[in-house]
């Protein structure tokens, strides 16, 4: 017991000294990765992982989006789609760990050990549950315990930073109580990690003005092909203010949008048109769409180039998906020493 204790307080004065840290974070393969997923999560955590001094592991949640994505070709390819956005963005793979959840699935094991440390109230709070919870029969187990996955997904690799958007902060804070509710009876085993919110970009609105996300279906996806990409940008919710008369920006979907992307000056450029008058939605709307194709150009070609390289995108995967499951398997042993298992 005393040896192990060792292993997490070195861990933790050593990282501290060097000034490194494990970053994790996942996405969940429910669907296509869209511009809320990349804001507030994807491309801040690429940011993190430029520092020599910090080690990344990034992974696709395919066991999460189970809950809800049962057609295996769908969620393949949604887990494809993913992998290729974080690596059209430049996420250097042979510095860091790129991997598929499933395949380590040490993360399975824990997940029952942090099951049997986790109260009932504790998921009954939990949003992701109670946004469902009107209609019971629809909540399937996996939904329930949905946080506790998570929870293992982070502790299994010592993780000590998770980038996220705002949505995840409740979940980190119950990942949090598990491992110091875990730590608190058996002496450390865990690193508490801590979540990173980027406030600039922690809620990206979506074409409806709520949050962007894959479940309202109000998502806008950078790397379909121009005509849909189009079709998406056009349909963000404006009022009816007429086309002549100004326009308050800072109450409009589309700017709020143009101005998450835009360079300083286009956003002040925009702002004058708006208020201006004789500027009108269907402008800004294209002006937007016409940012994502430039400053996206790079990226979706790359995109569009690990999706028809399935075989690439693989074996990166495959390499980090090893790296992952030695760290994995190492903490797994480090929790069933001290269950006795
Ligand atoms: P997911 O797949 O819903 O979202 C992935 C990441 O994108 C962020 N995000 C947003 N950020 C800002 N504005 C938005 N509109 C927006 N929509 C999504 C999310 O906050 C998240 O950071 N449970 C997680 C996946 C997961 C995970 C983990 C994350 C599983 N295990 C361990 C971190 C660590 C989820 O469903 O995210």
């Not at 969620?75 to 963005?89: C, D, G, I, M, S």
């Not at 959840?101 to 942090?114: D, G």
């Not at 690193?191 to 990206?204: L, N, R």
């Not at 996206?296 to 075989?311: G, S, T, V, W």
């Amino acid at each position: 017991m005393e040896q192990e204790q060792n292993i997490i307080d070195r861990m933790v004065y050593l990282r501290k000294t060097l000034d490194m840290a494990r970053i994790l974070t996942g996405i969940q393969s429910s669907g296509r990765p869209h511009l809320g997923n990349l804001l507030g999560a994807i491309l801040p955590a690429i940011e993190l992982s430029k520092d020599e001094k910090n080690e990344s592991l990034f992974f696709i949640a395919d066991l999460h989006s189970l809950t809800t994505i049962k057609d295996p070709a769908v969620r393949t390819e949604n887990v494809n789609a993913t992998a290729a956005t974080w690596l059209a963005f430049g996420f250097d793979t042979e510095q860091n760990l790129l991997y598929r959840q499933s395949r380590v699935t040490e993360v399975c094991e824990l997940t029952w050990f942090l099951n049997c440390f986790t109260p009932y109230p504790m998921l009954a709070n939990a949003h992701s549950f109670k946004e469902k919870s009107d209609k019971l029969s629809d909540v399937n187990a996996g939904l329930f315990t949905y946080p506790v996955l998570m929870a293992s997904d982070i502790i299994l690799y010592d993780a000590d930073i998770v980038p996220v958007g705002k949505d995840q902060r409740q979940h980190i804070e119950i990942t949090r109580d598990i491992a110091l509710t875990f730590n608190h009876r058996y002496g450390d085993t865990f690193i508490i990690p801590e979540a990173k919110i980027d406030e600039q970009v922690m809620t990206i609105p979506g074409t409806d003005g709520q949050k962007m996300s894959k479940s309202y279906g109000n998502t806008i996806d950078i790397f379909l092909p121009d005509k849909a990409l189009r079709k998406q940008v056009m349909s963000i919710v404006t009022d009816s203010t007429p086309l002549e008369e100004p326009k308050n920006p800072d109450t409009c979907n589309v700017f709020a949008l143009y101005r998450l992307l835009a360079s300083k000056s286009q956003v002040q450029e925009m702002r004058k048109k708006y208020e201006q008058g004789n500027y009108g939605y269907g402008h800004a709307k294209q002006e937007l769409f016409e940012l994502i194709l430039s400053k996206y150009e790079k990226q979706r070609e790359l995109f569009n180039h690990y999706m028809e390289h399935a075989d690439e995108l693989n074996q990166k995967l495959e390499n980090g998906e090893e790296k992952a499951r030695a760290i994995a398997q190492q903490v797994l042993a480090r929790v069933k020493a001290k269950l006795g298992f």
